[in-house]
Structures are given as C-alpha cells and as structure tokens.
Nanobody, 126 residues
Framework: VQLQASGGGFLQAGGSLRLSCEAS????????MAWFRQAPGRERDFVAS????????RYSDSVKGRFTISRDNAKSAVHLQMNSLKPEDTATYYC????????????????????WGQGTLVTVSS
C-alpha cells in the first residue's frame, strides 16, 4: 500500500485548504483512512478518520466543526477540508491507512495504521 498526500501550503488564519490522500494497493473494501499531524517538537496527533465499511467519521476535539474528512467515490482516496484555519493548525499532516475496519477505541491511535504517506506541510500565519 502506498499513500500519496497533497494539498499543503501557506495561508493566513481564517482561510481554507483541502488536503488529499490517494491510496494505491488497497485490496480491502473495509479499509480505514486517517489524518494525523505533527508540529515541530510535538507528538503526532490524530486529526480525523474515515471508515469505509460504515462511513464512520471521527474528529479530534481541536478540529471538530472546522475540518471535514470525506471519501473520493471514484478511488481509494480521502480528502480533508480544513476551514477557519488557526496558527495552531500549523503542522505536517500525514495520511494513514489500515486495510481493515479499525474499531472505535483504536481510531485515534497511530498504532492502528500500518501504512503512512510522506506528509504535507500546512503553515497558517496569524
């Protein structure tokens, strides 16, 4: 499985950005895909997840109501629409995937996802 993330950039607070993650090599119809982010000097944190089997989505409290994860129906890909961006959203965003239905209690753990993309940098200025 290979993941290709794209869409990062530099923008001012209050703006919007859409990240995309395209997966190749996924053979399961019950995959789970997620976004994590890591700011300099900090741990990698969960942002959002999408579970193909039931359409379940989950968000961290810090992005709930501002970010939306969605599936690309044409291919194994997910998008992360990020609105009302804040300087504290500045980070490298990583796409992750599992070829399985990740249970709810594990969705926010990076250990649940064996496959990772290369990361895309999002910088939000104040």
């Amino acid at each position: 499985v290979q993941l290709q993330a794209s869409g990062g950039g530099f923008l001012q607070a209050g703006g919007s950005l859409r990240l995309s993650c395209e997966a190749s090599g996924i053979t399961s119809r019950s995959y789970t895909m997620a976004w994590f982010r890591q700011a300099p000097g900090r741990e990698r944190d969960f942002v959002a997840s999408f579970r193909r089997s039931d359409g379940n989505t989950r968000y961290s409290d810090s992005v709930k109501g501002r970010f939306t994860i969605s599936r690309d129906n044409a291919k194994s890909a997910v998008h992360l629409q990020m609105n009302s961006l804040k300087p504290e959203d500045t980070a490298t965003y990583y796409c992750a995937a599992a070829q399985s239905h990740v249970i709810v209690s594990n969705l926010m753990s990076h250990k649940a996802y064996p496959y990772w993309g290369q990361g895309t940098l999002v910088t939000v200025s104040s």
